[in-house]
């Protein structure tokens, strides 16, 4: 089983839509969460953190749900510049950040 | 601020040769992190150091490659004999603190061995 699973996608959603992304961890001893978005060809950059109390930044929400080792992606009001692929990434209990592999999404006029 | 800085941007060579991938972290930052990405790996640890000490290298593929970071702010890693499996892109990533901090990536050096 590999230590952090995403839906690979691709994802193709109309400028406007709400599209949520969903990744599963499997080591309960990871205390950082985060999502890295990376454009094609681009380095990864962070999005945003993950914290267990949920939280927004703009028109992103990211959900931590420890007991079901789990967390989320939501963007609502997609744009053209959103398509990229999105990065779940948690830490290993250390000082290791274990990353996805990613789920791509493509934002069509 | 300047982020990470990495060199080569691209680098082709021929199998065999030696091939040496730079970075420059974030000022400040205490943890370094040396990556490759595939297609078909997707993003794998190579090796990461604090303080300029080198803690897990579990992830380095074998003994063709080594790294080093002689300072705080300069980081090499060394491909040699280099090998056509060894093309991929190469990130450098630097952190603050420990426990999982957020890491920022380098623009990476995209390595082709021919």
């Known amino acids: 089983r590999k230590e952090v699973e995403q839906d690979p996608g691709p994802f193709n959603v109309p400028e406007g839509a709400t599209v949520a992304f969903n990744c599963t961890y499997s080591n309960s001893a990871s205390q950082s969460f985060f999502w890295y978005r990376q454009d094609c060809r681009k380095e990864p950059k962070l999005l945003m953190s993950v914290y267990s109390s949920g939280n927004e930044d703009g028109r992103f929400t990211a959900q931590l749900n420890r007991a079901s080792q789990y967390i989320s992606l939501l963007i609502r009001d997609s744009k053209l510049s959103d398509s990229a692929t999105y990065l779940c990434v948690v830490n290993d209990g250390y000082n290791k950040l274990i990353f996805g592999a990613g789920t791509r999404l493509a934002v069509h006029p | ?114």
């Open chain 2, 1 to 114: 601020d300047a982020g990470v800085i990495q060199s080569p941007r691209h680098e082709v060579t021929e199998m065999g040769q030696e091939v040496t991938l730079r970075c420059k972290p974030i000022s400040g930052h205490d943890y370094l992190f040396w990556y490759r990405q595939t297609m078909m790996r997707g993003l794998e640890l190579l090796i990461y150091f604090n303080n300029n000490v080198p803690i897990d290298d579990s992830g380095m593929p074998e003994d063709r490659f080594s790294a080093k970071m002689p300072n705080a702010s300069f980081s090499t890693l060394k491909i040699q004999p280099s090998e056509p499996r060894d093309s991929a892109v190469y990130f450098c990533a630097s952190s603050l603190g420990a426990q999982g901090a957020p890491q920022h990536f380098g623009d990476g050096t995209r390595l082709s061995i021919l």
